[in-house]
């Protein structure tokens, strides 16, 4: 493919940054890939790797000439950046973000973009629970879903350039509003977290269970809730002080839920519990028939 892009800087070079810097590489999308770093650390290891041509300690010179930015940071370190670079940025360059919450992008970014950039924020439905330069690769983003959330009277060309740059590193690409984006990713994405942190942290703070005896004897739905826990505290974060209303919207509906579920199991209502458990269920086909996920045994892990 030819380059669709002169130059393209990515501000932040974990998981997401160094996997979009791959996949950049591998489909030939732009002709120069710079980065930004305030780690000196993950500005050498950037450079060792091949992740970018240059990387800056300072994000303004990072972008200076780029008709794609990347922010890749977390999402409370967002506005900071948008600050710093918003005067440097190229007249007609896209500006856009990876962030799990939408809303507070659009706040927190877009009183420092001039209107001669357009404006993208965006959101790749895709990770793993490692972090840092050397955790990237390029199929990360591959049959996964990348959401765009552009800002009212945003120029149609310009979400079709980002939406093609995206399918190029293999996502499917989806556009809806920034709203929209928080409440659904509150009970896909958000919610389960949140669950997860607090259900390990409980087995943690267990007086008459050992640690050695959770690690040791970890069913296969704790030791998910681990992988899950494992994830960046700094990113999670900020995911929930910036998303914090639809959170607490579906934690109200999870826990009416809950109070259900522990009626059901202190009445022995068995009925209730298997219509639930069913419906459950078809959910994961589902999402397993839309390609999501594997139906394969052990959830297609390596037992090696």
């Known amino acids: ?37 305030k780690s000196a ?52 360059a896209i500006f856009t973000d990876v962030g799990s919450v ?83 990713l509150a009970i896909t994405s958000h919610l389960p977290h949140l669950i997860a942190y607090n259900t390990v942290a409980t087995a943690a703070d267990l007086e008459t269970v050992t640690d050695s005896e959770v690690i040791k004897y970890s069913a296969s739905g704790f030791r998910d809730f681990t992988r899950i826990a494992a994830s960046d505290p700094t990113m999670w974060r900020d995911v929930f002080l910036n998303n914090k209303e639809a959170v607490l919207e579906m934690l109200g509906r999870f826990t009416e839920e809950l109070a259900v579920l522990q009626r059901a199991v202190r009445w022995g209502d068995g009925e209730t519990l298997f219509n639930l458990f069913t419906r459950a269920r078809e959910v994961r086909r589902g999402i397993i028939a839309a390609g999501q996920d594997t139906a394969a045994p052990n959830f297609g892990r390596d037992k090696s």
């Not at 948008?82 to 940025?89: D, E, F, M, V």
């Not at 970014?109 to 959101?123: E, K, T």
């Open 102 to 184: 939408k809303g507070a992008i659009v706040r927190d970014c877009a009183p420092h973009l001039p209107l001669n950039v357009h404006f993208i924020p965006g959101h790749p439905i895709a990770g793993t629970e490692q972090s840092g330069p050397r955790s990237g690769f390029a199929e990360l983003f591959h049959h996964r879903w990348c959401i765009l959330t552009p800002v009212a009277g945003t120029d149609l060309a310009a979400i079709e350039k980002l939406t093609k740059f995206w399918e190029a590193l293999g996502s499917n690409v989806d556009v809806m509003t920034a709203d929209h984006h928080d409440l659904v």
């Open 41 to 92: 650390e993950t500005r050498k290891v950037a450079l060792e790797i091949g992740l970018v041509s240059e990387v800056f300690e300072n994000p303004a010179d990072a972008v200076k000439g780029a008709d794609l930015v990347i922010l890749c940071a977390p999402v409370g370190a967002c506005a900071a950046l948008a600050a710093a670079t918003g005067k440097y940025l190229r007249e007609g």
């Open 1 to 37: 493919m030819s380059a669709m892009f002169e130059k393209i800087a990515v501000l932040g070079l974990g998981l997401i940054g160094s996997s979009i810097c791959h996949g950049v590489k591998a489909q030939g999308l732009a002709k120069v890939v710079v980065g930004h770093a």
